[in-house]
C-alpha cells in the first residue's frame, strides 16, 4: 500500500510569488490534514477535509492560503502571494475512519522556503 | 487554550538505558493521546495512542506511554534504548469532546542515543 505522498519536496520561490503544493493521501482514507512546522516550533494545524469537504479550516493563517480538495482525492494546498513568513515545511496527512481515534499517517513533507 | 508541552530540546542516553520522553497536555476535553518520531528526511510515523481503558499502552519499537489523568501527561518511555531511536519525537492530543480531528503538537523532543 502506497503511503502519503507530497510533491514538490522542496521549493524555493520570492516573496510574492505563488506557489501549489500537492497531497495524495492513502486509497480509501476521507479525511485528509494539512499542517504547517516553522523554525523548528511545534506542528501547527492549518485545516482537515473529509471528502471533498472542509471541515475545519480553522488553523488557516489567513486569506492567502487556499486549500482544495476536489473530487475527495488529492488535495493541493496554494499560497498567494508568498510571504517571507510563510517559509517551513508543509505536512499532509490522512486517516481513516468517522473519529479522531484513528492514527494518522503523514506525508514526508515539502519545504517551503521564500527569499 | 490546547496545547502540548514538551519540557526538553532535547534527550541524551546511552545506549542500554531506559529512556523517558515527557510530555504534558491542557485540553479542555476528554483527549485523545498519541506519540509520533520522525527521521531524518522523512514524514512523521505513528508510535502509539491512548484512547480508552489501560493506563500503559504499548506501541512499535518496544515504546511504551503512561497516561496519568491526574497529572495531564502522557511521557514516552523505552526501557532500553537503541541507537537507531535517535529521532525527533512529537507528543500530540486530539479533544475529542469537539470532534477529536483538529490534533495539537508539541514542538517536539531530539532524542540522542549513544553507542
Known amino acids: 500500500e502506497a503511503g502519503v505522498t507530497q510533491f514538490p519536496s522542496h521549493s524555493v520561490i520570492e516573496k510574492g510569488q505563488t506557489v501549489t503544493l500537492r497531497c495524495d493521501p492513502i486509497?480509501?482514507?476521507?479525511?485528509l490534514y494539512w499542517y504547517r512546522r516553522v523554525m523548528g516550533k511545534e506542528i501547527k494545524f492549518l485545516l482537515h477535509?473529509?471528502?471533498?469537504?472542509?471541515?475545519?479550516e480553522s488553523g488557516m493563517p489567513n486569506n492567502r492560503f487556499l486549500a482544495e480538495r476536489t473530487g475527495g482525492t488529492y488535495s493541493t494546498l496554494k499560497v498567494q502571494p508568498a510571504e517571507l513568513e510563510d517559509s517551513g515545511v508543509y505536512f499532509c496527512?490522512?486517516?481513516?475512519?468517522?473519529?479522531?481515534?484513528?492514527?494518522?499517517?503523514f506525508g514526508p513533507g515539502t519545504r517551503l522556503t521564500v527569499t | 487554550a490546547q496545547s502540548v508541552a514538551q519540557p526538553e530540546d532535547q534527550v541524551n542516553v546511552a545506549e542500554g538505558n531506559p529512556l523517558t520522553v515527557k510530555c504534558t497536555y491542557s485540553?479542555?476535553?476528554?483527549?485523545?493521546l498519541f506519540w509520533y518520531v520522525q527521521y531524518p528526511n522523512r514524514g512523521l510515523q505513528f508510535l502509539l495512542k491512548?484512547?480508552?481503558?489501560?493506563?500503559l499502552v504499548k506501541g512499535s519499537y518496544g515504546f511504551e506511554a503512561e497516561f496519568n489523568k491526574s497529572q495531564t501527561s502522557f511521557h514516552l518511555k523505552k526501557p532500553s534504548a537503541l541507537v537507531s531511536d535517535s529521532a525527533l519525537y512529537f507528543c500530540?492530543?486530539?479533544?475529542?469532546?469537539?470532534?477529536?480531528?483538529?490534533?495539537?503538537f508539541g514542538a517536539g523532543t531530539r532524542l540522542f542515543v549513544k553507542a
Open positions: 496527512a490522512s486517516s481513516q475512519g468517522w473519529t479522531g481515534s484513528y492514527e494518522q499517517y
Open positions: 486509497s480509501g482514507h476521507d479525511n
Open positions: 477535509f473529509v471528502k471533498e469537504s472542509k471541515q475545519d
Open positions: 485540553v479542555s476535553g476528554n483527549p485523545y
Open positions: 491512548y484512547i480508552t481503558g489501560d493506563n
Open positions: 500530540a492530543v486530539r479533544d475529542r469532546g469537539t470532534g477529536g480531528f483538529k490534533t495539537i
